[in-house]
């Protein structure tokens, strides 16, 4: 065995004892939460690591991409993290004019471990900004593929959507429940949960113990949409604290539109609200995008003109529940 082989297993072995640390049930939320801020800080500062693969999970590489990008900016990589909002006092194209691009520019956060002063998603306490914690190429080639034929193969057992309110034309789109599918559902659920914290204290949330794992396979074809709405404003739903949403679809991309656009939220009085700040973000596939569950948001209208199913724009989405 040579030198470097030996160092591979070392490092291999290391990186199995700090997966299994980051599930372990004996560990409290904190210490998984410091092993988790360790293996970043590595991951961000030491050659050595950058693309090395644990299980088909690529290290979290740390880019730096701001507007302007400054002497530490880094080149892209494998796992591809930022934080989008809108800039403060953007002109901006109302939910009026729901289908034109926002005119707003985007600010690039770095993310930086371990950030003393998180960058905040609320202005105040009653104005969420329209702020997105986005990872480009989330899961491996294997697992996305998972993910697609999971949707590809259960196509006969989609549901047609349905919102808490029942309003009538308020959503197009089918869904597959995660009773269907056990096994990617705990895949995507432990990664979920191991990046909790680090998204939390990214968004500039609140910390919380989590909960309930809802989770979707969500369908959007032509002409589906999901007009303003947010995600915990009912009885039912007020325990959700996070909200996720993973897109994949087949390769070559057979649809447009279908852009998520977040909103300002105000949440002062007893009717949250959406201002005419919205940032937009591209449903690209095997990215995340994670945002406060309160923030208003939409799906724009999906064009797919061959109205396949298999052409279709695909989410693993829902939320994370505070216990
Ligand atoms: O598909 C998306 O981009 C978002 C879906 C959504 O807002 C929801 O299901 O509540
Ligand atoms: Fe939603």
């Known amino acids: 065995m040579t030198q470097s082989d030996e160092m591979q297993g070392l490092l291999d072995r290391a990186v199995s004892t700090l997966n299994e640390a980051l599930d372990s049930p004996e560990l409290s939320l904190r210490d998984r939460t410091l092993v988790a801020l360790r293996v970043l800080e590595l991951a961000h500062g030491t050659d050595p690591i950058e693309g090395l693969n644990t299980n088909g999970w690529e290290l979290p590489q740390l880019t ?5 990008p400054g002497p530490e900016s880094r080149s892209a990589s494998p796992l591809d993290a930022r934080l989008r909002s809108a800039s403060k006092g953007q ?7 729901p289908h034109s691009d926002s005119t707003a520019t985007t600010q ?9 002063t998180a960058p905040s998603a609320a202005r105040n306490d009653q104005i969420l900004e329209p702020t997105v914690l986005e990872i480009d190429n989330f899961l491996s080639h294997e697992e996305h593929q998972f993910a697609l034929s999971t949707a590809l193969n259960k196509a006969d057992q989609f549901v047609g959507s349905k919102t808490t309110t029942n309003a009538s034309d308020y959503r197009r789109s089918s869904i597959l429940y995660a009773t269907l599918y056990p096994d990617l559902y705990e895949l995507l659920r432990q990664r979920l949960i191991g990046l909790l914290p680090t998204v939390v ?3 500039g949330m609140p910390s919380f113990e989590p909960g309930q794992v809802e989770m979707q396979l969500t ?9 303003i709405h947010n995600d915990s404003g009912s009885p039912e739903t007020a325990t959700r604290a996070l909200t996720y949403v993973y897109y994949f679809y087949q390769e070559p991309k057979r649809f447009s539109g279908g852009e998520l656009r977040m909103y300002e939220t105000d949440i ?8 005419d700040r919205f940032e ?9 995008v994670f945002f406060d569950s309160r923030c208003k948001h939409e799906v724009l209208p999906v064009v797919c003109p061959s109205r396949q199913f ?3 724009r695909f989410t693993l989405n829902g939320w994370i529940r505070r216990s």
């Open 268 to 275: 002062s009085g007893p009717m949250v609200t959406a201002s």
């Open 64 to 68: 730096q991409r701001l507007t302007n």
């Open 310 to 312: 298999d052409h279709g």
């Open 280 to 288: 937009t973000i591209e449903p690209l596939n095997n990215r995340i």
């Open 201 to 203: 204290q990214q968004l």
């Open 91 to 97: 002109p901006a194209t109302g939910p009026d004019r």
């Open 219 to 227: 369908a959007h074809n032509d002409g589906c949409f999901y007009k």
């Open 108 to 116: 690039h956060q770095s993310l930086a471990y371990p950030v003393a």
